[in-house]
């Protein structure tokens, strides 16, 4: 996932997660129901990250590429 995906699927977190959370997870702290728009995106870059640790690309598994 590219850093323009992680923009683009970050923003309707973020504006789910500030609208929804209030409402259905008073529990949490103030701090949690209203999460920064950098943190949402730095949230998905991480999990792109390991994602791509965990799930390594096809292209990484064999040791020669084909032409």
Do not use: T
């Not at 996932?1 to 103030?30: D, E």
């Not at 999990?47 to 799930?55: E, K, Q, S, T, Y």
């Amino acid at each position: 996932m590219g850093s323009f995906g992680v923009l683009f699927l970050s923003a309707p977190f973020y504006f789910l997660w500030n609208y929804l959370a209030p409402i259905y997870a008073s529990q949490l702290a103030p701090v949690y129901q209203h999460i920064p728009f950098l943190h949402c995106v730095g949230l998905f870059a991480v999990v792109a990250i390991i994602r791509m640790l965990l799930f390594p690309p096809r292209f990484f598994w064999s040791g020669k590429s084909k032409n």
